[in-house]
C-alpha cells in the first residue's frame, strides 16, 4: 500500500494543484507543440494497447484481451483528439473535444464484463471474449474514423457543465474500479506488474477531471493529457509483464473472467510455487492432484468468509502447499498401497513442520507458512504439532483443514471409492467443535452447496511437468488420512 501511494501521490498532488491551486490559471498556448506530443504519446499507446490484445488472445487470458481492447478503445479516440488539435490539420472543429470527451467512457463500455457484477449479459460476453474484444475495437476506431471524417457532426461538450462533470465523475468511479482491481491482485499474487496496471488506471481516471472546468492550453490541460498517457502506458506494461511467464498455465487462465478473477489471475503463479508444485508433481501425483483441488475450494470459503485480498493470498499458498512436505516424506510410505501402521502415520504427522520450515525462509510465502504447519490442529487440542485448540487455531489453518478433509474423504481412490458427499458433509458436522473450527464447516457446507464441489481445478496445470518419469507410476497414497477422524479413517480403509 505504502509503494502504491507513493506512486499515486505525484497525480494526485498536481491534479490537485492544477486544478485548484496555484497552477490553475497559468497557461502555454503551443498547438503545434500539443499536436505533435499527443499523437506520438497516443499513438505509442495504441501500439501497446494492441499488445495487451495480441498477449490475452494467443494465450487464451480473456481478462487481459478485454483490458487491452479497452486500453485501445481509450487510445484511438485520444489519437483523434490529437490529430484534430485546432490549428494544425484542422481548424476549429468540435472533434478534438468530442473525442477525449467519450474515450474513458467508451473504454468502460469495453471493459464493463470486468466492471460490473457477473450477470448473465456480462458472463455471456465474457464467454466470448474474443469477439467481445474485436467488436470494441472496431467501434472505437468506427467512431474515431468519423469523427475525423466529419469533425463538426456533434456538438463539443462544455467543461465544467453537468454533463461534463457527470461522465468526468463516472469515469474516474470505473478507472477506480480497475485501479482497486489490480491493487487487490497485487496484494493476493504480490507482483509489481499488477501494481503498475493499477497506478496506470488511476492515472487514466485522474485525466478525465480536466472535464471539471480546466481551459485549454492551461497547466491542468497539459497535465491531464499527460496523466493519460502515462497511465495508458503503465497499464500496458502491467498487463503484459504480470503475464509475460504465464504461458504454460494458459488453459488454467482461460476462465479467468467466468471464475473469480481474483483466484485465478495471480495465486500460484510465483515461480518459487510453480517449482513447488513440480517437484509434487514428479514425485506423488495423487497427491499433488488433491492440494490443487483443496487449493480452489480453500480460496472459495475464503472469498465467502470476507479475507481481506492479503489474507486470501496466504490461505491460497497454504492451501496449494500444505502437504509439501511430504516431498521428505520416505516414497515407500507415500506409495503404499493402503492404510499406513501406526509408526508409519506417526512419521507422516512431521510432514506440518517439513513444509512450514523452507517456507518460512522464502518472504513471498512467510505469511503462509504458519497455516501448513497448523493445517491438522484440532478444536479440542487434540491435533498436532502444536496443540493449538479453540481459537488460537487461525481461521485459515481452519479452513485449509477443513477442505483436506472434505477432499480426502470424497475423492475416490484407486483402492477405495470416495464417500458421497452427504456422508463426508455430516462428518464434517459431528466433528464441528471438536476436531475442525465449526464456523469453517458452516462455511463449506455453504460454499459447496452454492458453487457445488471441485470438479476441473482452476489450478490443475500449475507447475504440471510436460512428461512423467519413465518407469514412474502412479502412487495410490492414502491422501491426507489423518485429516480424518478416527471412524472416517477406519470406513474409507475398508471401502
Given at each position: 500500500?505504502?509503494?502504491?501511494?507513493?506512486?499515486?501521490?505525484?497525480?494526485?498532488?498536481?491534479?490537485?494543484?492544477?486544478?485548484?491551486?496555484?497552477?490553475?490559471?497559468?497557461?502555454?498556448?503551443?498547438?503545434?507543440?500539443?499536436?505533435?506530443?499527443?499523437?506520438?504519446?497516443?499513438?505509442?499507446?495504441?501500439?501497446?494497447?494492441?499488445?495487451?490484445?495480441?498477449?490475452?488472445?494467443?494465450?487464451?487470458?480473456?481478462?487481459?484481451?478485454?483490458?487491452?481492447?479497452?486500453?485501445?478503445?481509450?487510445?484511438?479516440?485520444?489519437?483523434?483528439?490529437?490529430?484534430?488539435?485546432?490549428?494544425?490539420?484542422?481548424?476549429?472543429?468540435?472533434?478534438?473535444?468530442?473525442?477525449?470527451?467519450?474515450?474513458?467512457?467508451?473504454?468502460?463500455?469495453?471493459?464493463?464484463?470486468?466492471?460490473?457484477?457477473?450477470?448473465?449479459?456480462?458472463?455471456?460476453?465474457?464467454?466470448?471474449?474474443?469477439?467481445?474484444?474485436?467488436?470494441?475495437?472496431?467501434?472505437?476506431?468506427?467512431?474515431?474514423?468519423?469523427?475525423?471524417?466529419?469533425?463538426?457532426?456533434?456538438?463539443?461538450?462544455?467543461?465544467?457543465?453537468?454533463?461534463?462533470?457527470?461522465?468526468?465523475?463516472?469515469?474516474?468511479?470505473?478507472?477506480?474500479?480497475?485501479?482497486?482491481?489490480?491493487?487487490?491482485?497485487?496484494?493476493?499474487?504480490?507482483?509489481?506488474?499488477?501494481?503498475?496496471?493499477?497506478?496506470?488506471?488511476?492515472?487514466?481516471?485522474?485525466?478525465?477531471?480536466?472535464?471539471?472546468?480546466?481551459?485549454?492550453?492551461?497547466?491542468?490541460?497539459?497535465?491531464?493529457?499527460?496523466?493519460?498517457?502515462?497511465?495508458?502506458?503503465?497499464?500496458?506494461?502491467?498487463?503484459?509483464?504480470?503475464?509475460?511467464?504465464?504461458?504454460?498455465?494458459?488453459?488454467?487462465?482461460?476462465?479467468?473472467?467466468?471464475?473469480?478473477?481474483?483466484?485465478?489471475?495471480?495465486?500460484?503463479?510465483?515461480?518459487?510455487?510453480?517449482?513447488?508444485?513440480?517437484?509434487?508433481?514428479?514425485?506423488?501425483?495423487?497427491?499433488?492432484?488433491?492440494?490443487?483441488?483443496?487449493?480452489?475450494?480453500?480460496?472459495?470459503?475464503?472469498?465467502?468468509?470476507?479475507?481481506?485480498?492479503?489474507?486470501?493470498?496466504?490461505?491460497?499458498?497454504?492451501?496449494?502447499?500444505?502437504?509439501?512436505?511430504?516431498?521428505?516424506?520416505?516414497?515407500?510410505?507415500?506409495?503404499?498401497?493402503?492404510?499406513?501402521?501406526?509408526?508409519?502415520?506417526?512419521?507422516?504427522?512431521?510432514?506440518?513442520?517439513?513444509?512450514?520450515?523452507?517456507?518460512?525462509?522464502?518472504?513471498?510465502?512467510?505469511?503462509?507458512?504458519?497455516?501448513?504447519?497448523?493445517?491438522?490442529?484440532?478444536?479440542?487440542?487434540g491435533g498436532y504439532p502444536d496443540g493449538l485448540s479453540g481459537g488460537l487455531i487461525p481461521l485459515e489453518a481452519g479452513i485449509v483443514s477443513v477442505c483436506d478433509a472434505w477432499d480426502a474423504m470424497t475423492f475416490t481412490r484407486p483402492y477405495r471409492p470416495g464417500?458421497?458427499?452427504?456422508?463426508?458433509?455430516?462428518?464434517?458436522?459431528?466433528?464441528?467443535?471438536?476436531?475442525?473450527?465449526?464456523?469453517?464447516?458452516?462455511?463449506?457446507?455453504?460454499?459447496?452447496?452454492?458453487?457445488?464441489?471441485?470438479?476441473?481445478?482452476?489450478?490443475?496445470?500449475?507447475?504440471?511437468?510436460?512428461?512423467?518419469?519413465?518407469?514412474?507410476?502412479?502412487?495410490?497414497?492414502?491422501?491426507?488420512?489423518?485429516?480424518?477422524?478416527?471412524?472416517?479413517?477406519?470406513?474409507?480403509?475398508?471401502?
Open positions: 500500500m505504502l509503494l502504491w501511494a507513493a506512486l499515486a501521490a505525484p497525480g494526485l498532488l498536481f491534479t490537485a494543484l492544477a486544478a485548484v491551486g496555484p497552477l490553475a490559471g497559468i497557461t502555454w498556448v503551443e498547438p503545434t507543440v500539443a499536436f505533435a506530443a499527443i499523437v506520438a504519446m497516443t499513438g505509442l499507446c495504441v501500439l501497446g494497447s494492441l499488445v495487451v490484445v495480441a498477449v490475452g488472445w494467443r494465450h487464451r487470458l480473456a481478462e487481459i484481451a478485454i483490458l487491452g481492447g479497452a486500453l485501445t478503445v481509450q487510445s484511438v479516440l485520444a489519437l483523434v483528439h490529437g490529430l484534430t488539435v485546432p490549428g494544425v490539420l484542422y481548424g476549429a472543429n468540435d472533434a478534438t473535444m468530442v473525442s477525449i470527451f467519450v474515450s474513458v467512457p467508451a473504454a468502460l463500455v469495453a471493459a464493463l464484463p470486468l466492471v460490473l457484477p457477473p450477470v448473465p449479459a456480462f458472463r455471456a460476453a465474457a464467454r466470448s471474449w474474443r469477439t467481445w474484444t474485436v467488436t470494441s475495437v472496431l467501434v472505437g476506431a468506427g467512431i474515431g474514423c468519423a469523427l475525423l471524417a466529419r469533425p463538426h457532426a456533434v456538438p463539443a461538450p462544455t467543461p465544467g457543465a453537468p454533463l461534463a462533470v457527470a461522465v468526468a465523475a463516472l469515469s474516474l468511479a470505473g478507472a477506480l474500479v480497475l485501479s482497486v482491481r489490480h491493487l487487490r491482485l497485487f496484494r493476493i499474487g504480490g507482483r509489481r506488474a499488477s501494481l503498475w496496471a493499477s497506478v496506470g488506471f488511476l492515472y487514466i481516471g485522474l485525466s478525465t477531471l480536466v472535464w471539471l472546468g480546466t481551459s485549454p492550453f492551461s497547466v491542468a490541460w497539459w497535465g491531464a493529457h499527460a496523466a493519460d498517457g502515462a497511465g495508458v502506458l503503465m497499464a500496458c506494461a502491467g498487463l503484459v509483464l504480470a503475464h509475460r511467464r504465464d504461458r504454460s498455465i494458459a488453459p488454467t487462465l482461460a476462465p479467468v473472467v467466468n471464475r473469480d478473477p481474483l483466484v485465478a489471475l495471480e495465486l500460484g503463479l510465483t515461480p518459487v510455487v510453480h517449482r513447488f508444485m513440480a517437484a509434487l508433481d514428479q514425485k506423488d501425483l495423487v497427491t499433488r492432484d488433491h492440494v490443487v483441488r483443496v487449493g480452489e475450494l480453500a480460496m472459495r470459503v475464503g472469498l465467502r468468509a470476507g479475507l481481506d485480498p492479503g489474507r486470501l493470498r496466504a490461505l491460497g499458498l497454504a492451501a496449494l502447499l500444505h502437504d509439501i512436505g511430504k516431498l521428505d516424506a520416505p516414497i515407500e510410505i507415500l506409495q503404499k498401497p493402503g492404510p499406513l501402521t501406526d509408526d508409519e502415520f506417526e512419521r507422516m504427522k512431521a510432514h506440518t513442520v517439513w513444509g512450514a520450515e523452507p517456507m518460512a525462509g522464502v518472504p513471498l510465502l512467510a505469511p503462509a507458512a504458519g497455516f501448513v504447519r497448523w493445517h491438522h490442529e484440532r478444536v479440542d487440542g464417500m458421497a458427499p452427504q456422508t463426508a458433509l455430516a462428518i464434517l458436522h459431528e466433528g464441528a467443535g471438536s476436531q475442525w473450527r465449526a464456523d469453517v464447516v458452516e462455511l463449506l457446507a455453504r460454499e459447496l452447496e452454492h458453487g457445488g464441489p471441485v470438479t476441473v481445478p482452476v489450478y490443475d496445470r500449475v507447475g504440471r511437468g510436460e512428461t512423467w518419469p519413465a518407469g514412474v507410476g502412479e502412487p495410490v497414497t492414502e491422501v491426507c488420512p489423518d485429516a480424518l477422524p478416527p471412524g472416517a479413517r477406519s470406513e474409507v480403509a475398508t471401502r
